[in-house]
């Protein structure tokens, strides 16, 4: 039997690449689509896909944090993330939280249906690049909760004095998260910890 795939995805260029994509497959049928979570939501829940493609970003928020709602009660969902980029963060999240796939927009076709494939017969699937860069990063210490708000801020171009009024902090127990995450992610200027945040996902930036 075909695998019955649902495609959320708010792209609606990327979503017509990903129809033509999987054409090419002969048994993977798209079963439904939607351009924003809340519709998408609905659809699964009337479909009960074999496997979801589940875009990463959505102005209603970021798909991550809605895994629980597919996962929930016994559900055998089968999840696949449509990210822009990988981010290491964002990926071992994502698998955390449930997913078997991670796959970014620019994946070549035939990756593709090997990942929905895959995942349809119950593995997880990464595609060999997005592997390598989840294994660079294994082993490295996790921020707490409270670094990564600092790092948030700091990527906003907040001061440490900033952001110590805006979170109600003395200056030196931030300046003492700096350190911390300056030696987690392994950078010695705001700057490198701004950009190393966004280019591993650390840090969730909405454009």
Do not use: W
Request: include cysteine.
């Amino acid at each position: 039997m075909p695998v019955r795939l649902l495609l959320i995805e708010n792209q609606k260029l990327v979503r017509l690449g990903i129809r033509s994509a999987v054409a090419d497959g002969g048994d993977i049928d798209i079963v439904g689509e939607a351009g924003d979570l809340a519709t998408g939501f609905e659809l699964y829940s009337e479909l009960q896909p074999d496997v979801v493609i589940l875009g990463l970003r959505f102005p209603e928020g970021c798909s991550i944090d809605h895994l629980d709602k597919y996962l929930s009660g016994g559900s055998k969902a089968r999840l696949i993330v449509l990210a822009d980029h990988a981010g290491d963060a964002e990926i071992s999240r994502a698998l955390k939280k449930g997913a078997l796939g991670y796959v970014c927009k620019d994946v070549d076709p035939a990756e593709l249906i090997k990942a929905i494939r895959a995942v349809a017969a119950g593995r997880r699937y990464l595609p060999p690049d997005i592997a390598v860069i989840l294994s660079e990063h294994v082993g490295l210490e996790e921020l707490t909760p409270a670094e990564v708000t600092v790092l948030r801020m700091i990527v906003g171009g907040m001061s440490n004095k900033e952001i110590a009024f805006a979170l109600d902090l003395s200056e030196n127990t931030v300046k003492t998260h700096v350190q911390n995450i300056f030696g987690k992610i392994g950078v010695s200027d705001r700057t490198s910890a701004a950009t190393t945040a966004i280019k591993r996902g650390l840090v969730r930036v909405d454009l």
